[in-house]
């Protein structure tokens, strides 16, 4: 599973990250981005909440 979003967990993260998508980089790069860029920006995000959880960089 694709990593995406910031690498710290504070409250204004510096490093953010969108990796990991492996031969399915043309398939996933574009839905990847998007969440990345509502995750940046806080807007509403493109995707539901669960599967946003599952592609989070933090995900433990």
Do not use: H, Y
């Not at 710290?8 to 492996?22: E, F, K, R």
């Not at 990847?32 to 960089?57: F, H, K, Q, W």
Request: with cysteine; net charge negative; aromatic share 4%.
């Amino acid at each position: 599973m694709p990593l995406v979003g910031p690498l710290d967990a504070g409250p204004q993260p510096s490093l953010w990250i969108c990796a990991a998508m492996g031969s399915r980089g043309l398939s996933f790069s574009v839905l990847c981005a998007e969440l990345l860029a509502a995750r940046i920006g806080a807007e509403t995000l493109p995707v539901e909440a669960n599967l946003a959880a599952a592609l989070d960089a933090l995900r433990g």
